[in-house]
């Protein structure tokens, strides 16, 4: 460089060089791994529609969750990174469940979980200067029952035998054999230690 300005090294100029041409590939990479994914959500939504237990979880377990062959999860699921949702035995999820898995949701064994339940690992930070986004897993553990459209947030541990009742929004952990209810949820009741049964059931076409 002439004029007062600051050579710049060739090697420099090289490497810039360099970067302003693999910098359109780059984003062009990005922006189809974000097609990619959002097409593939897209076509698990369209799985959910299809009246057959079998076919859905082929397909479901295709993309990475972890279903149990004696568990069930009714039609019309939603998801956000399934690979990242884990179904123990004997446990049915009911019809129009949504779960953002993208922090990690585990299910236990004969849990049951009924329509229209939404589970979340992520969520904005209000208080944050560029609505940053904060998460963490989800935890159900064994013989939970939560009622029809409740919803779960990130980071919520449900103990063994809880019971959530409908509607509820849990936004803190629940103790085992514990009865929640309530926006937010807190305890109502207390439930039975004595359970011994095994869920699984599929119903028809659903």
Known sequence: MTDGSVRVPAWRRAIRSVTQRVEPVRRASAAFHDFEGDARLLALTGVGYVPSHRLRGAAYRRVGVELHPTSSLHWRARFFAPERLRVGAHTTLGNDGFYDARDGITIGENVNVAAEVRIFTREHDVQSPDFAEIGAPVVIDDY????????????????????????????????????????????????????????GYAKRFQ
């Open 144 to 199: 939970v029952y939560i009622g029809t459209r409740v919803t779960i947030l990130p980071g919520v541990h449900i103990g063994e035998g809880a019971v959530v009742a409908s509607g509820a929004v849990v936004t803190r952990d629940i103790e085992p054999f514990t009865i929640v209810g309530g926006v937010p949820a807190v305890r109502i009741g207390d439930r039975t230690h004595d359970l011994h049964y095994h869920l």
